[in-house]
């Protein structure tokens, strides 16, 4: 069953738009939530890390929001650049330790067209 | 700077013969290592982990195993490649601490079997 769903699972938007991620999960227990940047046929860059219930990060022009009561998460991406094609990966973390297991969304495709 | 590399970058490789990824890390000591298998289109799988040399943890088999010879080397391997090992692999590390460690991951292998 798969533990971390992601919306939409596919998205084009034009250069210049703001976009919205979603991710849901049910992994328990949920101890932390990142969000991964998958260019085609290369590995994974994180873009930023939720830990706490209700947190908010934010980096440059991605923020992210993390609700645990609901075990849901949001990926903001502002101003969107045709560099930003890529797939958006969700992963919940179970433990705090580095041994804890991941478990992944399939991702949104995010295509941004000029 | 702690640099990961993977090889080969994409192999071809025929049903029923060995095959042999690695994955090395240069730059940092007793890290803790990883292998995710992806397969087209799919979602991202941990196959195994080690936190030291000669230990190896199997999360999901998929017939291969890994192995560590070396603290810095990470091996996956079989001896009779199947269809279903097609796809993507990936190698990471994390610092071998407590928290919510971030995972570091490698360019990956594509690995066609026909």
């Known amino acids: 069953k798969t533990q971390v769903e992601q919306s939409p699972q596919s998205l084009v938007v034009r250069q210049g738009e703001n976009c919205v991620l979603q991710?849901?999960?049910?992994?328990?227990?949920?101890?932390?939530l990142r969000w991964f940047k998958q260019d085609t046929g290369k590995g994974l860059v994180s873009l930023t890390v939720?830990?706490?219930?209700?947190d908010k990060t934010s980096n440059g022009r991605y923020s992210a929001t993390l609700d645990k009561d609901a075990k849901h998460s949001t990926l903001h991406i502002t101003a969107t650049l045709l560099d930003d094609t890529a797939t958006y990966i969700c992963?919940?973390?179970?433990?705090?330790?580095?041994?804890?297991?991941?478990?992944f969304g399939a991702g949104t495709q995010l295509i941004v067209i000029p | 700077a702690q640099t990961i590399h993977q090889w080969p970058v994409a192999e071809i490789k025929a049903v029923g013969s060995p095959l042999s990824l690695g994955c090395t890390i240069k730059g940092k000591s007793s890290p803790n290592l990883y292998w995710y298998w992806q397969a087209t289109g799919g979602t991202l799988q941990q196959l195994f982990y080690s936190i030291t040399v000669g230990q190896v943890e199997s999360v999901v088999q998929l017939n291969l195993s890994a192995s560590r010879p070396k603290d810095d080397q990470f091996i996956l391997s079989t001896e009779k490649l199947l269809l279903s090992h097609s796809g993507f692999y990936l190698c990471?590390?994390?610092?071998?601490?407590?928290?919510?460690?971030?995972?570091?991951f490698g360019p990956g292998t594509r690995l066609t079997v026909l």
């Open positions: 990471a590390w994390s610092p071998g601490t407590g928290g919510y460690a971030e995972q570091f």
């Open positions: 991710c849901n999960y049910s992994v328990t227990p949920d101890n932390h």
């Open positions: 992963v919940v973390g179970d433990r705090g330790s580095a041994l804890g297991r991941l478990h």
């Open positions: 939720l830990v706490h219930e209700n």
